[in-house]
């Protein structure tokens, strides 16, 4: 069965960090690209950002310079490291696997 498990969301202040991480159960046969899309309220989801097996990242413009996305291919776990976090950061973050499969999202909460 396939699962995704993500960790690390959480209330933060405006300028801190929060890295999260998302496995992929073993029964992925072969994982081509992951990555992490966002869903704040009243908006449509997002990508933030994904990368590929070989390790090619793409980010959305309003993120480059603060999120770094990174993965462990043998562990298949994908990272995403968010630094000088901004409210309009706060959203639903959900693990996307092979453009198909997603994950069941982790709150991130940007508030002073």
């Known amino acids: 069965q396939v699962q995704l498990v993500e960790s690390g969301g959480g209330l933060v202040q405006p300028g801190g960090s929060l890295r999260l991480s998302c496995t992929a159960s073993r029964f992925f046969f072969r994982i081509v690209s992951m990555g992490w899309y966002r869903q704040a309220p009243g908006k449509e989801r997002e990508l933030v950002a994904d990368i590929t097996s070989g390790g090619i990242t793409r980010y959305r413009d309003s993120v480059k310079g603060r999120f770094t996305i990174s993965r462990d291919n043998a562990k298949n776990t994908v990272f995403l490291q968010m630094n000088s976090l901004e409210p309009e950061d706060t959203a639903v973050y959900y693990c996307?696997?092979?453009?198909?499969?997603w994950g069941k999202g982790t709150l991130v909460t940007v508030s002073s």
């Open positions: 996307h696997v092979n453009s198909y499969y």
